[in-house]
């Protein structure tokens, strides 16, 4: 051994010490925020914080179905019942009356203070006799009951005022006394988590506690649907350990039981593995040490490196001929391989660059592994080989690869065909190519985000379809401007811009409101004398209001409603989830309902001095954002191809034989691409990565085939070894397509397909056929090397 | 609750008319049995299958000085249709079809629709009134405790609450008939207040 490869040897040895120590140092997550882009604007990060762990990370949305509706309503009350008892939820609802009393309660002695209606020429004898009459209309109808009883205590209409207000809000129907969807197939309910939803750990112990609390509550045949963002997280994490794993053990038995078929020797198998092996760990180190964790996603995408990392051992093994050392074997091909790897690097790259946290992950620990790997197998692998290795199963199968690939040629024509088919497709369908939905992005699964869908739309969940967000230093500002913006927001919806909205202070004014109101309400003396000339000609019993002139003047001395006046009531929860405080200050949310001109409504809010209010239209922010990310994601991609074809350029100092390397990959790309169109795919993100991907490892086929073979025998086994490396990657690549992970199914099936497609096209497209090889061979090999 | 077409206009609030306290119901033709009792006063009015009637309904209340007046007309289509048109003082109509109710105000726009299910307490009510024309023994005493004075010329149902929630509000209904027709439903409610509505025919 020679002195330069002991130090190689060496060198490996305290990489792999290294990358072992920083991998036990490393955290590993499956935050679902990584998947999630970078939020750019301040509103969006208020967002994603409130995605992350305000209110509406905590909420778990329940539904029961598949049984009779009486058993289901049963079932929803025990379970209701049963979690209410639970430490790890704050509230739970299914639609029975258990709080509302307490909201009725603090509605009714905070009249005065919460409704907007009131004024001092409310309480004006002319306003006042109006208010009467009214009710009086009101005892006649088949509503005079309850009237009757609010009548005394509030002659002014303030409740009936507040609840009206409260009335636009959506709630699901009942039957049988619970919730139901709008079918009546299904009861539901809401829980709220005391932990926050990135808390995995707890909601995963809060899912743990439905699952029991319906065992024995449920109908036998009934069944238990939940989501909501923590049901997501815990299935997330789940799925991408399952997947990893499972994916990982497949694969690594599959690839290790092909090269046991190929090489035929337990030694040479671990050999083959050592590059990779070598190579995932520093790319697992290195994503360590640029992202501070490492997402179990990208843990996932490691097989695709294990099947496409492992083809430079098969080059290197398959490639070296009986009786000479792997030295020489490594010599012929190593400027091809090192060309390969440069344009998958080029490849990833666009990866890295990539503003998810997630892809960039990916980017980072592909480059890193297959430099690696290759770096393994060029300096560290062939003097542990045993001299004179050489493959038996490639002997085998040589002559029959190579007549097939003699053969290919004659398919050149209907590869136009699918080439100039799968143009159209894509030329038909370049309107609805892309899909314009973030959600595409999410780790979460398809039928997971269905059933969200479905279970929201049943439940009648806040439409966030457009929301004023509004930021103040102080919680009492904020409430402030909400209050003022709320009065451009009337304006707007007596406009016709939208039908309605819902602000914290509808259940928390600010202190100067409340002030303002209870200064309205007249001095008791004044008041009785405006009650009693209202009163005149009126059927009314006198002394019946003498409750409403009580209340109205224990108001006056009664204390201002504080975030604490609403323990215990439902609207607690409500408040919660509308006015939150962050580092930087406090920030109210108003929910807009039926917004039918969102830039009309833009133009008419306004915050007072020292507030911000800004409108959000959800789904075409989110929409905006993506579209901007899917561009950022199409211009790194088409750079990495640039790159590629100046690498191609710089190296193969040819303009020909760029095009005889691209051609098979741009076929292979257009062909892969229009099959996922009219397989029904839109394209996301992931899929344009996914194509990149196949410029990237198909160049290594397409480069190899172009590669002037030296012997008849040389060019079999690099055919041989091309076929090898080729159901390696498939299997890595082809995987992942079954995953339940957007992002690794996407991927995997793209490049998993267009691998294939990369070497089939480049055998098609090659322009040795067999008799001129030779010849050609010896003319080209001085200028080739 | 399904709420559909809500104004902005002020109107009166759904609260209020959750507490939809129905007092309706058509003349019926009794159709004469020996032994007659409960059941077969029940088949006499299952044999209806539709109704109109004119009403005026008279409300008592201990926060007024005088009766309140209101009138108009009623509709029974076997066996879950029920209509009241109330045409003075203000005109507005109620109907319950199943379990849907739909009221419209003479206020143009006004019409809201709420589900009885959401309901217990108006479901009482409506079922005191709906089940006694369909001849609904087991729904009526699903609500109610049920007792039949009189004869088949003139006989009086007087209905007792069963559930919590309902004996809050109603101490009795009364529905009295003759003849095989319904002539007044009387509500006494647990305050004392009280309203009775008389029903004239107006032929099937």
Same mark, same amino acid.
């Not at chain 1, 590993?28 to 509103?43: G, K, N, Q």
């Given at each position: 051994?020679t002195a330069g490869?002991r130090?190689?040897?060496?060198a490996?040895?305290v ?10 140092r ?12 970078r ?8 967002l994603v ?11 778990i949305?329940?539904g ?18 049963g ?13 029975e009356d ?8 603090f ?6 203070l919460?409704?907007?209606a009131v ?10 006799r ?26 002014s209409?303030?409740? =009936?005022?507040?609840l009206?207000?409260?009335e ?5 129907a009942r039957?049988?006394?619970v919730w139901?969807?709008p079918?009546g ?5 809401i829980a709220?988590?005391r ?12 899912l $743990?506690?439905?699952r029991?609390?319906?065992a ?6 009934a ?28 694969a ?8 046991l ?8 198998l671990a050999l ?15 994503? &360590?040490?640029?992202?501070? $964790?490492?997402?179990?996603v ?20 398959t ?21 390969g790897?440069?344009t ?5 790259s #666009? ?13 980072m620990?592909?480059?890193t592994?297959?430099?690696v790997?290759a =770096? ?11 001299p004179?290795?050489?493959?038996? !199963?490639?002997?085998?199968c040589?002559p ?11 398919l050149? @024509?209907?590869?136009?065909?699918m ?6 497709? =894509?030329?038909a369908g ?8 973030l959600?595409?992005?999410?780790p ?6 269905l ?17 004023v ?11 402030q ?10 304006? $707007? ?10 602000s ?10 409340q002030?303002?109101?209870?200064a309205?309400l ?5 008041? +009785?004398?405006n ?8 059927p ?18 009664m ?8 323990r ?8 919660? &989830? ?8 406090w920030?109210?949310?108003l ?5 039918t001109?969102a #830039?009309g409504i #833009?133009?008419?809010?306004a915050?007072p ?6 409108m ?9 954002? @993506? ?7 199409l ?5 990495? $191809? ?5 690498l191609?350029?710089?190296s193969?100092?040819?303009p ?6 691209l051609?098979p990959?741009? !076929?292979?790309v ?6 996922l169109?009219?397989?029904g ?13 196949v ?25 041989? &070894? ?11 690549f ?14 995997g099936?793209t490049?998993?397909?267009g691998?294939l ?13 067999g008799?001129?090889?030779? +010849?050609a061979a010896?003319?080209r090999?001085?200028?080739s090397? | 609750?399904a709420?559909v ?5 002020s ?8 507490a939809?306290?129905l007092?309706?119901?058509p /003349? ?14 029940m ?21 007024l ?12 289509v076997?066996?879950?249709?029920l209509?009241k048109?109330?045409l003075a003082?203000?005109? *507005?109509?109620l ?5 849907d ?6 206020? /143009?726009?006004?019409r809201?629709?709420l ?13 005191s009134?709906?089940?006694?024309l ?14 039949l ?11 007792? /609450?069963g559930e /919590? ?8 209904i009364?529905?009295?008939g ?7 439903? *009387? ?5 004392g ?8 025919g107006?032929?099937p």
């Amino acid at each position: 051994m020679t002195a330069g490869r002991r130090w190689a040897i060496g060198a490996w040895l305290v990489l792999v010490a290294t990358c072992i120590a920083v991998i036990s140092r490393t955290s590993f997550t499956t935050d679902i925020s990584a998947f999630l882009p970078r939020s750019p604007t301040p509103e969006q990060r208020v967002l994603v914080d409130q995605l992350r762990e305000g209110v509406v990370s905590r909420l778990i949305l329940i539904g029961i179905d598949g049984a009779p509706q009486e058993a289901l309503a049963q079932a929803s009350r025990r379970l209701a019942a049963g979690l209410r008892n639970h430490a790890g939820f704050v509230s739970v609802e299914n639609g029975e009356d258990i709080g509302a009393a307490q909201d009725r309660e603090f509605l009714w002695r905070n009249r005065y203070l919460l409704s907007d209606a009131v004024t001092p020429e409310r309480f004006s004898a002319i306003a006042l006799r109006e208010r009467l009459e009214e009710y009086l209309r009101l005892l006649a109808s088949p509503a005079g009951a309850l009237a009757r009883r609010i009548l005394p205590g509030d002659p002014s209409g303030e409740l =009936l005022h507040i609840l009206e207000r409260f009335e636009g809000q959506a709630r699901p129907a009942r039957r049988n006394g619970v919730w139901f969807s709008p079918d009546g197939r299904r009861a539901l309910l809401i829980a709220q988590t005391r932990a926050a939803g990135y808390d995995i750990d707890a909601q995963e112990r809060a899912l $743990a506690a439905i699952r029991s609390a319906f065992a024995p509550a449920g109908a036998a045949e009934a069944r238990l649907l939940m989501t909501g963002p923590g049901v997501f997280s815990v299935s997330t994490r789940a799925t991408i350990r399952g997947d990893a794993l499972r994916f990982f053990v497949i694969a690594a038995v599959l690839i290790a039981a092909l090269l046991l078929a190929i090489f035929r020797s337990p030694r040479v198998l671990a050999l083959a593995l050592l590059p990779v092996a070598t190579g995932a760990a520093a790319g697992i180190a290195a994503v &360590s040490l640029g992202f501070g $964790a490492v997402h179990g996603v990208t843990l996932g995408f490691g097989i695709t490196l294990l099947g496409e990392g492992v083809d430079y051992s098969i080059y290197l093994l398959t490639q070296s001929a009986p009786g000479t050392a792997p030295q020489r074997a490594l010599d012929r091909i190593w400027p091809t391989l090192r060309l390969g790897v440069l344009t998958s690097i080029c490849g990833f790259s #666009a990866m890295l660059l990539s503003g998810f946290s997630g892809l960039a992950q990916l980017g980072m620990f592909s480059i890193t592994g297959l430099v690696v790997a290759a =770096l393994v197998t060029r300096w560290v692998l062939p003097s542990l080989l045993p001299p004179g290795f050489t493959a038996p !199963a490639a002997a085998a199968c040589g002559p029959w690869a190579l007549a097939a690939v003699r053969r290919a040629p004659a398919l050149r @024509y209907p590869l136009l065909v699918m080439v100039v088919l799968a143009v159209a497709v =894509l030329a038909a369908g370049r309107g609805s190519l892309w899909t314009d939905d973030l959600s595409t992005l999410s780790p979460v699964s398809r039928s997971a985000q269905l059933l969200d869908q479905q279970l929201r739309r049943d439940i009648g969940a806040p439409d966030v379809g457009h929301l004023v967000v509004i930021h103040a230093p102080q919680e009492d500002a904020v409430l402030q401007a909400a209050e003022a913006v709320g009065a451009s927001l009337r304006g $707007a919806a007596r406009a016709g811009l939208l039908d309605g909205y819902e602000s914290p202070s509808d259940y928390l004014p600010s202190r100067r409101t409340q002030q303002a109101r209870r200064a309205a309400l007249p001095d008791p003396a004044v008041l +009785r004398a405006n009650l009693e000339r209202a009163l005149a000609g009126l059927p009314y019993r006198r002394e019946v209001f003498e409750a409403f002139l009580k209340d109205a003047a224990a108001t006056k001395e009664m204390p201002f409603i504080e975030r604490g006046s609403l323990r215990g009531t439902r609207l607690a929860l409500r408040l919660e &989830s509308l006015l939150g405080s962050r580092y930087d200050g406090w920030v109210a949310m108003l929910p807009l309902r039926g917004v039918t001109d969102a #830039a009309g409504i #833009a133009r008419q809010i306004a915050a007072p001095p020292g507030a911000s209010a800004v409108m959000l239209d959800l789904k075409g922010e989110s929409d905006r954002l @993506y579209r901007t990310y899917r561009t950022e994601a199409l211009t790194y991609s088409l750079a990495g $191809a640039a790159a590629i074809v100046l690498l191609l350029l710089a190296s193969l100092r040819s303009p020909q034989r760029v095009f005889v390397v691209l051609a098979p990959l741009t !076929a292979a790309v257009l062909v892969t691409a229009g099959a996922l169109v009219l397989a029904g795919f839109q394209l996301s993100i992931f899929h344009l990565v996914g194509l990149l991907l196949v410029v990237a490892v198909g160049s290594n086929y397409s480069l190899f085939f172009d590669r002037q073979a030296p012997s008849g025998w040389d060019r079999e086994r690099t055919i041989v &070894s091309l076929l090898f490396a080729n159901v390696t990657t498939l299997i890595g690549f082809g995987l992942l397509a079954f995953s339940g992970v957007p992002v690794l199914h996407d991927i995997g099936l793209t490049v998993g397909m267009g691998a294939l497609l990369a070497l089939v096209f480049s055998a098609i497209l090659s322009r040795h056929d067999g008799e001129g090889t030779a +010849r050609a061979a010896e003319g080209r090999n001085a200028a080739s090397t | 609750m399904a709420i559909v077409n809500r104004p902005a206009a002020s109107r009166a609030p759904a609260v209020l008319l959750l507490a939809v306290a129905l007092g309706a119901s058509p /003349p019926v033709l009794a159709a004469a049995a020996a032994d007659w009792g409960v059941e077969q006063l029940m088949q006499a009015l299952a044999a209806v299958k539709s109704s109109k009637a004119r009403f005026v309904e008279r409300k008592h209340m201990a926060i007024l000085n005088a009766p309140l007046e209101s009138s108009g007309t009623l509709v029974y289509v076997a066996p879950a249709r029920l209509e009241k048109h109330t045409l003075a003082p203000r005109a *507005e109509s109620l109907v319950l079809d199943g379990d849907d109710i739909t009221i419209t105000s003479s206020e /143009p726009g006004q019409r809201r629709m709420l589900n009885l299910q959401d309901y217990p307490l108006i479901r009482a009510f409506v079922e005191s009134i709906r089940s006694t024309l369909a001849g609904d023994l087991p729904t009526l005493t699903r609500f109610y405790e049920v007792e039949l004075a009189g004869n088949e010329r003139k006989w009086r149902l007087t209905l007792k /609450p069963g559930e /919590p929630g309902m004996q809050e509000v109603v101490r009795e209904i009364r529905i009295s008939g003759g003849s095989g027709s319904i002539s007044a439903i *009387e509500t006494i409610e647990t305050n004392g207040d009280r309203s009775v509505m008389t029903i004239t025919g107006d032929g099937p």
